[in-house]
């Protein structure tokens, strides 16, 4: 048995936590228990980007395992929720970028043509959230123009289709009010109830939850470089620096607010904001968001860390409990915090 690492390295954190996250993956399903299918999406990328930071090839079987067994519970990825079906996208290009496997891509492609049919001219455009048609809302439109900008820029037959709908989608929301006067991101258009009609398309003011934040950044910076409009890097920067400073304690660490009770959907939120605050700090770096991922990682190290190197929903501390939801979450910032040490 080989000693203990003192001070390790944040991939040798992140190894430790990957190795706890796996414990709770099921080879049959292709998911991981202890949470829900759209996490299962998020664990698999926060893999991915693990495999990539460090090199690894280890987890290309889980990859594909989860490409073909996750199939089982819902066919192609595609339910009954736009949001779902985006964060499915971006984890197969997350491993198509990472293993070269045009599968992947191809069925990111497939996804994306079911989310583009939720797409019509109430509230002036934009995609729902299901396709029960009820709610239009910040996240479901953050994916789509994430999964259609990053698809812009590797499907080369067919940029130009993809870009059309990713300027589309920015333009709309952009001018939808969801971006609020503090450069924050509410929830959604419509009542405080999550209602949308074509009456009711005003910002709700609901929480603006770190997600929120987030998913427009990888989105923005993907279609910055399909479309070098410098109004695009500059709207990302605008919410980023409100998220690293409105969302924050007195020591810098990210909460949501529904903390420390988030269940099963807000427990994933913060990683979510840390792995695009990553992506935007590689097109555009500074040194704030550099700050702020590593006092979140080690917060999380050194706060908020159970036995067997479980990572709890409180970034803060104190450790509650572990499950994979809030283990890829953390994840997420220790991973990134990864990725900052190795570009040095």
């Not at 398309?201 to 609901?206: A, F, I």
């Not at 840390?274 to 704030?288: D, G, M, T």
Request: proline content about 3%; hydrophobic content about 40%.
């Amino acid at each position: 048995m080989n000693p203990p690492v003192l001070n390790p390295s944040q991939v040798q954190r992140a190894a430790r936590g990957i190795q706890t996250l796996q414990g709770w993956y099921n080879q049959s399903t292709g998911l991981y228990t202890t949470t829900a299918w759209w996490n299962s999406a998020n664990a698999t990328t926060v893999l991915v980007d693990y495999a990539r930071v460090s090199k690894s090839t280890q987890y290309n079987p889980v990859f594909a395992n989860t490409f073909t067994a996750a199939q089982k519970t819902s066919l192609n990825f595609l339910n009954n929720y736009y949001d779902d079906e985006g964060w499915w996208a971006l984890a197969w290009i997350d491993a198509y970028d990472l293993t070269g496997n045009q599968q992947y891509l191809s069925m990111a492609e497939t996804i994306f043509a079911d989310m583009a049919g939720g797409w019509d001219n109430t509230c002036g455009g934009g995609i729902w959230w299901s396709k029960d048609r009820g709610y239009k809302n910040a996240i479901a439109n953050e994916l789509f123009l994430s999964v259609a900008a990053h698809l812009a820029n590797r499907d080369t037959a067919n940029s130009a289709s993809y870009l059309s709908w990713a300027n589309k989608e920015w333009t709309w929301f952009a001018q939808t009010g969801m971006i609020n006067s503090k450069n924050l991101i509410n929830d959604g258009l419509g009542s405080s109830r999550g209602q949308t009609s074509a009456n009711s398309c005003g910002n709700n003011g609901q929480a603006t939850w770190s997600y929120n934040q987030g998913v427009v950044l990888g989105g923005l910076v993907e279609l910055s470089k399909a479309n070098p409009d410098p109004s695009l890097p500059q709207a990302a920067q605008k919410i980023a620096t409100a998220a690293i400073t409105s969302l924050v304690d007195a020591n810098g660490i990210l909460h949501d607010p529904c903390e420390p009770n988030c269940g099963a959907d807000g427990v994933q939120f913060k990683g979510i904001f840390v792995r695009n605050l990553i992506a935007l700090n590689s097109s555009y770096p500074q040194a704030a968001y550099k700050s702020f991922v590593n006092s979140n990682a080690n917060a999380i190290w050194t706060k908020s860390q159970g036995t067997n190197f479980q990572f709890g929903q409180v970034w803060s501390g104190p450790f509650d409990a572990g499950n994979a939801a809030s283990q890829s979450s953390a994840l997420d910032a220790i991973v990134g915090a990864a990725i900052l040490q190795n570009a040095k």
